[in-house]
């Protein structure tokens, strides 16, 4: 499975970003994906999930109530809206496949990741 994630760039803080991660390789509508996000001299860290209907969502503290995951299976995408954004949430976020566990280790699929800066 190949992912590609889309969408990250510089925004001033309350303004709202949607990232969009295509999938290839393998039935898209079988898994589930996850968005992760890295920030400077920090680990990467679990933001959100979605089981493969979609039916379910999970979403870190720091991030619930104001991201939403949302996937479109006959795209084979995967998308994080992210709104009222704040200084603390720039990283690069990284779409994966295989979980909707907060743990890193239980994905099997890795995007590259696409950078996400929110200034004061």
């Known amino acids: 499975v190949q992912l590609q994630a889309s969408g990250g760039g510089l925004v001033q803080a309350g303004a709202s970003l949607r990232l969009s991660c295509a999938a290839s390789g393998r039935a898209f509508s079988t898994y589930a994906m996850g968005w992760f996000r890295q920030a400077p001299g920090k680990e990467r860290e679990f933001v959100a999930s979605i089981i493969w209907s979609g039916s379910m969502t999970y979403y870190s503290d720091s991030v619930k109530g104001r991201f939403t995951i949302s996937r479109d299976n006959a795209k084979e995408r995967v998308y994080l809206q992210m709104n009222s954004l704040k200084s603390e949430d720039t990283a690069v976020y990284y779409c994966?496949?295989?979980?909707?566990?907060?743990?890193?280790?239980?994905?099997?699929?890795w995007g590259q990741g696409t950078q996400v800066t929110v200034s004061s």
């Open positions: 994966a496949g295989g979980s909707a566990n907060r743990r890193i280790e239980d994905y099997d699929f």
